[in-house]
Nanobody, 119 residues
Framework: QVQLVDSGGGSVQPGGSLRLSCSVS?????????MGWYRQAPGKQRELVAF??????NYADSVKGRFTISRDNAKNMVYLQMNSLEAEDTAVYSC?????????????WGQGTQVTVSS
């Protein structure tokens, strides 16, 4: 099993930056197939923002060039650096982990952290 704890959300003005952190426990992130961040805004469907695997990273078109996902294997942490934030980025952001085929692609979620971008 994997436990994820999100943090780092808050309120920021348009153009500002935030860094979200995901603390992973009960499992080394090196052994996790995919780590990522989802977000869900009120009245909208959940959206995959970014994910990272042992082979690279991938981003939603809406955040390319502004957001960067990274991980620190030694600290068992995953981060989402968010720059040039826009009002449309306002949402609850949740860390996500998916195990590999041998473990049935089991999925785990953090509790979510609110990001509000407003002037």
């Amino acid at each position: 099993q994997v436990q994820l704890v999100d943090s780092g959300g808050g309120s920021v003005q348009p153009g500002g930056s935030l860094r979200l952190s995901c603390s992973v426990s009960r499992r080394s992130i090196v052994s996790i197939n995919t780590m990522g961040w989802y977000r869900q805004a009120p009245g909208k469907q959940r959206e995959l923002v970014a994910f990272i695997t042992n082979y690279g990273t991938n981003y939603a078109d809406s955040v390319k060039g502004r957001f960067t996902i990274s991980r620190d294997n030694a600290k068992n942490m995953v981060y989402l650096q968010m720059n040039s934030l826009e009002a449309e980025d306002t949402a609850v952001y949740s860390c996500y982990a998916r195990l590999g085929v041998a473990e049935g692609f089991s999925e785990y979620w953090g509790q979510g952290t609110q990001v509000t971008v407003s002037s």
